[in-house]
């Protein structure tokens, strides 16, 4: 059985992504044929077959990333079954630096044992394995500071696995003091480069948590949401809109808009009708910030942020102000829909020039939301609530809702954001047009 | 001293350019060529690297059709990018066993060489820090994108000398929100053969190699006629 492991890129270079996998378990490869693809800053690499055989087990899978020297999968060889050799065997073979001072003892001095030991084999990552480990335990153990001989294995051949590993975390494993994996590593003489990784987060002594890692959406969520903070001067500005107009079509429509069309009728529509209005006004808050050029957008392509179980997908609906409320909604309702089902078409996400956020629908009463860059606004929209309020000296209760548009201050300064605000809240007191 | 093989190709279709790449890159693997720095210019083309995001392209296949922009998806590193008259695009095809085995080091070089490059143009640019790419102020003046096989080197860079910056709008250039920026928006007014002949130079220099400027040779298609 041959090893399989993330190789080193370069000096600079302590871990790789796995990109893509070009063979399957279980096919055969031969030596020096593209197994895999890793990708490193900017450079993606087709890494050979370190051997001919087949592909007995894939360790690592696609969209991971890995330190160098991190057993990736293995090939075993002509003739030798994939399951022939388990995983028992192997520490056997790998006595001599499988001792149990170099890893167990904090306190060992690390250098001159590990010098002692009779040539390891050069993929052998460091002292700080003896058995086969998978990538996943070995990063829960360098973040919470596991010492793993003191993990009692459970898997094939006392296997470590990623349940003990937590089970030990459970009971309130003492942590390791912290340099001390990564000292013996940096001390052993052959292939040791593991070091390197970021300083793991540090919890007290027995804290329980838990750890997991971010799923594809949420990392490039966390980068979008960061970089449009650094990218734009976020303001907001918070107008209170009287719905009551709205509120009372709404209320007489709804029934009938429900039997007619299949799906209900919701304040929505309405304010993704009134921005379009707006927009097309205030030309400057449907455009983008280019270096230092202003592209204006022709077409008013409105995003409407939907919320899904573990993120947010923005689906855009395109030519907005040729729409009426019946449109909006329906396009509303079917873009929604498909978001939370994972049936988007990729242009579908794409060429919104104004964003609307409906964080009312949770309860919110007013947010200050990021703007979808490389827009320069966004509207967020609070509850609809009956409140008292005074018109002309005497209390009313009307349908006020709490309206709030963070803007690009590069682009547009507070007067223009809130002539913007006035003409939306304009639209929307004095809607006049049937719905049905 | 090592040598590289310099090759002007002109204007060139995203498509041939890429199959030339490959035979040269499969002739550098089997060693049956050295080196080689293929300088040249696109049609507007965006590409999409093997880990892009499609939401980092912000046309619709129909509006790019309108506007007279073909779509490839590669396998060089790096997210969406945008290709077109006034870039000069290059693509060095190195076997790294020969330089350093370093990807790392790799990338930084080519950022030196164009850093060089614009340097003598009086125009400063410089790194930021885990942006891979070369920048004046936080504007990118020239994108790297990178495929690798066998320590082989493909794909490379592209710097705006008098690119139309406007086409960036249809993309998130490298899926990041930051501006671009070209040579003739911070005031220079060079051609492509200008710069080409300046980054060859500091190329050379910086992967300590030396270049051999060959006759415009025929690109795949005229020689497939």
């Given at each position: ?203 007290g002594p027995g804290a329980k948590t838990k750890i997991e890692p971010l799923s594809t959406m949420r ?135 104004f964003s609307i956020t409906n964080f009312g629908s949770f309860g919110s009463l007013v947010g200050t ?68 | ?105 790799y990338v930084r070089a080519v950022e030196q060489s164009l850093i060089d490059s614009l340097a003598e ?105």
């Amino acid at each position: 059985m041959t090893d399989v492991v993330m190789p080193q890129m370069g000096e600079s270079i302590v871990e790789g992504t796995l990109t893509k996998w070009l063979k399957k378990p279980g096919e055969k490869v031969e030596r020096d044929e593209p197994l895999f693809e890793i990708s490193t800053d900017k450079v993606d690499t087709e890494i050979p077959s370190p051997a001919a055989g087949t592909l007995a087990e894939v360790l690592v899978q696609e969209g991971a990333t890995v330190g160098i020297n991190t057993v990736v999968a293995r090939i075993s060889e002509e003739g030798e079954a994939a399951a022939a050799k388990p995983a028992a065997t192997e520490p056997a073979q790998k006595a001599p630096d499988a001792s149990a001072p170099v890893v167990a003892t904090p306190v060992a001095t690390p250098a001159p044992p590990a010098a002692e030991v009779p040539a390891p084999p050069a993929e052998e990552p460091s002292g700080e394995v003896t058995g086969p480990l998978s990538p996943l335990v070995r990063k829960m153990a360098r973040e919470n500071n596991i010492d793993l001989s003191r993990v009692k294995g459970t898997g094939a051949g006392g296997r470590i696995t990623k349940q003990d590993v937590e089970g030990y975390l459970a009971q309130g494993a003492p942590a390791a003091a912290a340099p001390v994996a990564a000292a013996p590593a940096a001390a052993a003489p052959a292939a040791a480069k593991t070091v390197g990784a970021p300083p793991p987060v540090t919890f007290g002594p027995g804290a329980k948590t838990k750890i997991e890692p971010l799923s594809t959406m949420r990392s490039k969520i966390a980068e979008h949401m960061l970089l449009s903070k650094r990218t734009s001067a976020h303001v907001t500005t918070i107008h209170r809109v009287d719905m009551t107009k709205v509120a009372k079509l709404r209320e007489r429509s709804k029934g009938q808009f429900q039997t007619n069309h299949g799906f209900s009728l919701t304040y929505l529509p309405f304010i993704t009708a009134a921005s379009a209005v707006a927009l097309r006004h205030f030309p400057l808050l449907n455009a983008s910030l280019d270096g230092n050029n202003i592209v204006y957008h022709n077409e008013i392509h409105i995003g409407i942020a939907v919320a899904l179980e573990n993120g947010l997908i923005v689906p855009v609906i395109r030519g907005a102000d040729e729409k009426n409320v019946l449109g909006l909604q329906r396009a509303i309702v079917d873009l929604a829909a498909r978001a939370r089902s994972r049936q988007l078409k990729a242009d579908e996400v794409l060429g919104g020039t104004f964003s609307i956020t409906n964080f009312g629908s949770f309860g919110s009463l007013v947010g200050t939301p990021i703007i979808n860059q490389p827009q320069v606004a966004i509207l967020g929209v609070g509850t609809v609530d009956k409140t008292p309020v005074v018109i002309d000296d005497a209390i009313a209760i009307r349908s006020i809702c709490h309206l709030s548009l963070s803007f690009d201050h590069r682009l547009i300064d507070g007067a223009l954001a809130d002539q913007f605000m006035t003409k939306v809240k304009q639209v929307l007191e004095g809607w006049a047009e049937e719905v049905l | 001293m090592r040598k590289c093989s310099v090759r002007e190709l002109g204007r060139i279709d995203y498509g041939e350019a890429l199959e030339l790449q490959r035979q040269i890159a499969d002739h550098r693997k089997q060693g049956a060529v050295g080196d080689h720095l293929l300088l040249l210019e696109h049609p507007h083309v965006i590409t999409l690297g093997r880990n892009g995001h499609m939401e980092n392209l912000l046309a619709s296949e129909e509006i790019m059709t309108r506007a007279g922009i073909s779509f490839y998806p590669t396998d060089r590193g790096g997210d969406v990018t945008y290709h077109g008259p006034g870039q000069l695009v290059g693509y060095p095809i190195l076997d790294l066993r020969d330089w350093k085995r370093d990807v790392g080091a790799y990338v930084r070089a080519v950022e030196q060489s164009l850093i060089d490059s614009l340097a003598e143009f009086g125009i400063a640019a410089g790194r930021i820090p885990k942006l891979t790419g070369v920048w004046v102020g936080d504007r990118k003046i020239a994108a790297i994108g990178v495929h690798l096989s066998r320590w082989v080197t493909s794909h490379g860079f592209a710097l705006n000398v008098s690119t139309d910056l406007s086409y960036f709008q249809y993309i998130v250039p490298c899926g990041l929100t930051k501006p671009v920026t070209s040579m003739a928006q911070q005031g220079v007014r060079a051609t492509l053969t200008e710069v080409a002949h300046v980054l060859a130079g500091h190329f050379g220099r910086v992967f300590d190699c030396e270049m051999l400027f060959e006759a415009p040779v025929l690109t795949a298609t005229e020689r497939e006629n």
